[in-house]
């Protein structure tokens, strides 16, 4: 994985995953919110219990981390196609938040995409998907039953922040 430094930029230096995960060392991950073109629905989807990383969880951002020598719209756009398949659809960056649980450390880049086209799930990846409304989001989000990625969570509260 490309290691990045406390601002948030690349240092040069990769590292192998474990290594990354089990000594928090600094990456960066994009994050992309797949909204309908009419902006009244929202992707949202359920990760894998086989996920390293938050098993199981239920997300909004469709992402992954940014690869060696690839930049975050790269990886933007190679893990929204990943995940969902979806090709071709236009980021629009919404910027960069740190993401740190004290195991996990990392720059988060979002984008949004509108899309009205197929979405197909990675099966390695996603269980389940299915588009809500903002309001639906909210409601997930404050339910205590339903498990929610943190990082996605973290996303998700900037977002709505600014829809009010």
Known sequence: MALYDADGAPTGAVAP????????????????LLRSSDRQRLYLHRRTDTKLVHPGAFDCWAGGVVDPGETPDAAAARELAEE????????????????????????????????????????????????????????????PARPFAPDGRLGADRWLARQQ
């Open 84 to 143: 969902l398949g979806v090709r071709g659809a236009p980021l629009t960056p919404l910027g960069r938040y740190v993401y740190d649980d004290g195991r996990l450390r990392y720059h988060i880049f979002a984008y949004e995409a509108f899309w009205d086209g197929p979405v197909t799930w990675q099966p390695e990846e996603v269980a389940w998907g299915a588009w809500i409304t903002v309001a639906e989001l909210r409601a997930l989000l404050s339910d």
């Open 17 to 32: 995953r474990r290594l990354v995960y089990r000594d928090g060392l600094w990456h960066a991950a994009t994050g992309v």
